[in-house]
């Protein structure tokens, strides 16, 4: 808000100039005018400059510099086989504005070919939190877990959400259907969470793409205008992004990294150390020192036997295997006791 106020007084103060002070002998009003088309086009020019990467910026600098070089040279030459006239004066200008609009073409579309960062830590801290900027697609944002990851703390930087990407949540929340009015209002809501985290940084931005249609490839070119990584867990964005060499946080893939070494039924080698709080439990730990309560393996201890999980508990302090130790010896006792009762049921 503050920039457009400072561009409308730019605008008006320019207009104003030109009124005043009448340039080329125009007449005051026609002035105005000019100065305030002037003044738009310098803001336009500014917007454009902003859109610029590092890269790209230092890129036109140099090839801009380059060019007024060459055309001072190119003058020099041109001056010595003119006369001096009107004529000469307008190949000099012409070949000014020639030379400085190649060398500022040329120089930006050439500018990814520079290494900023051997010219100084500024370039280098710019490019660090260029590569921190993540932009969140509409998926993750419904899905929610992008919140708890980055309530928790592992996740820092800038989390940026295109206008385009909070359109196509609004869409969802007044749709007709209402499981897809339940996602659309779910994604609002957690948006607003994250922007209620102080140690979190999330930005609505205007940037959009008009001659792209799917907000899916709007995305990668935003990504790829920022320098910057796509969270998703959309499996066919993922794959899209990958063939665009666009760099993805995919929340499935975290997910899946997280989840417990062992399962539920799986099979585990163990060795029981000692004995457990409760009856007949058994303790043993695994290589990085998850505690390990094995039911049925007291007699067990000082043996390395063959658990079957049956439940893995994870808590804030760590992580907790359950598991149950079926101990062949103990069988033939218990199929004997079994017997037992059945006679006993039949005898009554």
Request: charged share 20%; hydrophobic share 50%; proline share 3%.
């Amino acid at each position: 808000m503050n920039l457009i106020l400072l561009r409308i007084l730019f605008v008006s103060l320019s207009a104003t100039l030109c009124y005043s002070f009448q340039p080329f002998a125009i007449p005051a009003l026609p002035a105005a005018v000019l100065g305030a088309v002037a003044a738009s086009f310098v803001i336009w020019a500014e917007l454009r400059i902003r859109a610029l990467t590092l890269h790209r910026l230092i890129g036109a600098v140099v090839g801009g510099i380059l060019g007024i070089v060459g055309a001072s040279l190119f003058c020099l030459v041109l001056r010595s086989t003119l006369p001096a006239g009107s004529t000469a004066a307008a190949i000099q200008v012409f070949v000014l504005l020639f030379m400085l609009y190649i060398g500022l073409l040329v120089g930006a579309s050439k500018g990814e070919l520079l290494n900023p960062s051997a010219l100084g830590q500024v370039f280098s801290s710019e490019k660090s939190s260029r590569s921190s900027t993540r932009i969140l697609d509409t998926s993750v944002i419904i899905d929610g877990r992008i919140a708890d990851v980055a309530e928790t703390g592992f996740l820092d930087g800038l989390f940026v959400v295109p206008e385009f990407v909070l359109h196509e949540l609004q869409l969802v929340a007044d749709s007709t259907d209402s499981s897809r009015r339940q996602r659309g209002r779910r994604g609002l809501d957690i948006l607003q969470r994250m922007q209620s985290m102080p140690g979190l940084q999330l930005q609505i931005v205007s940037d959009d793409f008009p001659a792209i249609r799917e907000v899916d490839l709007k995305l990668l070119e935003l990504a790829r205008k920022w320098e910057a990584r796509v969270v998703t867990n959309d499996f066919n964005l993922n794959k899209v992004a990958q063939i665009h060499h666009v760099e993805v946080l995919n929340i499935n893939d975290l997910a899946n990294a997280l989840r417990p070494v062992f399962l539920p039924g799986e099979k585990m080698q163990i060795t029981i150390l000692k004995e457990g709080k409760e009856y007949n439990q058994g303790v043993g730990y695994l290589d990085d020192g998850t505690m390990v309560v094995v039911d049925h393996a007291r007699r067990a201890i000082g043996r390395s036997v063959e658990i079957t999980v049956t439940s893995v508990l994870q808590t804030a302090s760590g992580k907790m295997i359950f598991g149950r130790f079926d101990d062949p010896a103990s069988r033939p006792e218990s199929t004997r006791t079994e017997a037992v009762q059945a006679v006993v049921e039949l005898t009554h």
